[in-house]
């Protein structure tokens, strides 16, 4: 749960109650821990049958870096803004219970990314995500150069702005609004896309998952970071070599059997129906 959204401790109690009604145990945590701020033991999250997300998606974004290795689906509730990843509204609850304790539903499994930071040989960080990894620069008057590699073949020099390395999940986020394809979520493939190129020529490639890339970052200024899902992330330095590969983990999310891929596009990013 994100304690931020205004509606979250209302939807909360609203849900916990109808869950005791159909007969589950709960337990409620937010940002890794219970409500006490004790963090909660391995045991009681490998042992959930699924975890309910109230929030945004940076907020199911946030459970799917932590619960991942756990293997919980999670089914998000969007008492958000967009909630592009979210199944359920906070309106259709108790159809969503009654779907939940007569599974009708459906797991997808969603590729994830790790990436790893070297500087000067030494490995300083290593993160993973569900949607994007972003390498960019700060001031808005800099440039950022990096080199990008796949499985050690060079590829190309983006310079400008930085570059994005998504998963088909983050293939409708940061990468969409950069000119990056839009990708069906279930494909296993990675995307590369450069961030406002200074170029004519520099485009969004899409790789196999198998594939690793490397990025080298150049810069005449230290006003570098990488981010993570828009969310965590390290401050760069010039040099910096950043891996990006398939995580070892993925996220399992509930998917209703009635919510078709291009109808949740066209609503939630407003496009027109058919004629």
């Given amino acids: 749960m994100n ?9 909360k109690v609203r849900l916990e109650r109808r869950l005791a009604q159909a007969g589950f145990r709960t337990i409620c945590a937010h940002t890794g821990k219970d409500v006490s701020g004790h963090e909660l033991a391995d045991e009681d999250l490998s042992a959930a049958e699924l975890a309910f997300v109230l929030g945004g998606d940076g907020t199911l974004l946030g459970a799917a870096r932590q619960l991942a290795a756990h293997g919980v689906p999670l089914l998000g509730m969007n008492i958000g803004h967009l909630g592009f990843l979210s199944e359920a509204e906070p309106t259709t609850m108790e159809e969503t219970v009654r779907r939940v304790v007569h599974k009708e539903y459906d797991l997808e499994s969603r590729l994830m990314l790790e990436a790893t930071v ?22 808005f008057a800099r440039m950022v ?16 702005d930085g570059v994005i390395v998504s998963t088909p999940t983050g293939s409708t986020a940061y990468s969409l609004s950069c000119g990056g394809p839009i990708v069906i979520p279930h494909l296993q493939v990675i995307l590369l896309t450069p961030i406002c190129p200074h170029t004519l020529f520099s485009r969004p490639c899409v790789i196999d998952d198998e594939q690793v890339v490397r990025l080298v970052v150049h810069a005449t200024h230290d006003d570098l970071g990488l981010t993570v899902d ?44 058919p004629l």
């Fill in 145 to 160: 150069t990096v080199d990008a590699y796949v499985d050690n073949v060079f590829v190309d020099t983006y310079s400008g």
């Fill in 230 to 273: 828009g969310q965590v992330g390290v401050r760069l330095l010039a040099d910096d070599v950043v891996v990006v590969r398939k995580s070892s983990v993925q996220t399992i999310l509930v998917k209703w059997r009635d919510r078709e891929f291009f109808a949740v596009l066209r609503q939630k990013l407003h496009g027109p129906g």
């Fill in 3 to 11: 304690p931020d959204k205004p509606r979250a401790h209302e939807v």
């Fill in 118 to 139: 070297w500087r000067n040989g030494e490995q300083i960080a290593q993160l993973i995500g569900l949607n994007d990894v972003g390498i960019a620069k700060g001031s």
